[in-house]
T-cell receptor
Framework: AQRVTQPEKLLSVFKGAPVELKCNYSYSGSPELFWYVQYSRQRLQLLLRHISRESIKGFTADLNKGETSFHLKKPFAQEEDSAMYYCALRAGANSKLTFGKGITLSVRP | KAGVTQTPRYLIKTRGQQVTLSCSPISGHRSVSWYQQTPGQGLQFLFEYFSETQRNKGNFPGRFSGRQFSNSRSEMNVSTLELGDSALYLC????????????FGPGTRLTVL
């Protein structure tokens, strides 16, 4: 069975500081990995997916199969990045999404 | 396109009652997934329906059930409510194709007293 672990519940940084939100997964096959974000009073929405290999709002995430990790990074945090972030895994094209428990990112001015 | 809608947005029930939640997906989407969101457990997958058939199922007791209609709208039912069922219930729709991005609704906040 697949599992997603987000080891921290809260990360608080100052504006302009680098951010790394950790995500580790366990799955024996080749998973599809995602980061979802939920801003205050907004819906959960897709931030990025590993197959796209793109930067969204300055965030990037690289799939490291050796370390089974998919950490989310941003070099300079902005106050508007404050939100709840969830890492998610899908084991196959038609399989369910398995979410981690999420991490709250707080960016202070 | 209109987004995913969920009704009702808030519900208060008492233990032992049953409840039905509704989800209308984005037009053209054939897949609807349901999740339970709680502060302690985060987002937990309940089930997914695709073209009126349950395609995936999570690890929830049989009190949790769902269905999907021919217009892709979906309902979720919880019978014999327990205090621990208090949560935000989210549904998400997707095209069901390979890229399969899920679009989430605003959720239904269920409180069981």
């Amino acid at each position: 069975a697949q599992r997603v672990t987000q080891p921290e519940k809260l990360l608080s940084v100052f504006k302009g500081a680098p951010v790394e939100l950790k995500c580790n997964y366990s799955y024996s096959g080749s998973p599809e990995l995602f980061w979802y974000v939920q801003y205050s009073r907004q819906r959960l929405q897709l931030l990025l997916r590993h197959i796209s290999r793109e930067s969204i709002k300055g965030f990037t995430a690289d799939l490291n199969k050796g370390e089974t990790s998919f950490h989310l990074k941003k070099p300079f945090a902005q106050e508007e990045d404050s939100a709840m972030y969830y890492c998610a895994l899908r084991a196959g094209a038609n399989s369910k999404l398995t979410f981690g428990k999420g991490i709250t990112l707080s960016v202070r001015p | 396109k209109a987004g995913v809608t969920q009704t009702p947005r808030y519900l208060i029930k008492t233990r032992g009652q049953q409840v039905t939640l509704s989800c209308s997906p984005i037009s053209g989407h054939r897949s609807v997934s349901w999740y339970q969101q709680t502060p302690g457990q985060g987002l937990q997958f309940l089930f997914e329906y695709f073209s009126e058939t349950q395609r995936n199922k999570g690890n929830f007791p049989g009190r949790f059930s769902g269905r999907q209609f021919s217009n892709s709208r979906s309902e979720m039912n919880v019978s014999t409510l327990e205090l621990g069922d208090s949560a935000l219930y989210l549904c998400a729709s997707s095209s069901g194709t390979v890229l399969n991005e899920q679009f989430f609704g605003p959720g239904t906040r269920l409180t069981v007293l």
